[in-house]
């Protein structure tokens, strides 16, 4: 039995969170970031199943979590050659760009 205190395991729409950060290099090299992060929330909320505007919520979320650890403990070591503005920049951009509904 696997206990969550957030109440994120096995949730699909916390896991499009996990995919876009993992992605975000790529992401970043297309020409407009905008639709590249739709696409890849539309491909995953067709594989994984979830509710699409409950997948990009949960995103918006994850991006201001990191913006708030980003401004209190530092960019962190996963990330490196980012600075603590360069994520806080990044990451508020994109959860700015998930606030809007398409």
């Known amino acids: 039995m696997t206990v969550d ?3 994120c395991a096995g949730d699909p729409a ?7 950060k993992a992605h975000l290099l790529f992401l970043l090299a297309e020409d407009d970031l ?4 739709r696409r ?7 594989a994984a199943g979830p509710d699409r505007d409950r997948v990009r919520r949960r995103c918006q979320l994850r991006a201001v979590q990191t913006v708030f650890r980003a401004l209190r403990h530092g ?12 994520v806080v920049a990044l990451a508020g951009g994109l959860a700015g760009l998930l606030t809007e509904e398409v």
């Open 5 to 7: 205190p957030k109440g």
């Open 14 to 20: 916390y896991d499009a969170g996990t995919v876009i």
């Open 34 to 37: 905008d639709k590249a992060v």
């Open 40 to 46: 890849s929330l539309d491909i995953f909320t067709g």
């Open 75 to 86: 960019p962190g070591r996963e990330r490196p050659g980012l600075d603590r503005d360069g």
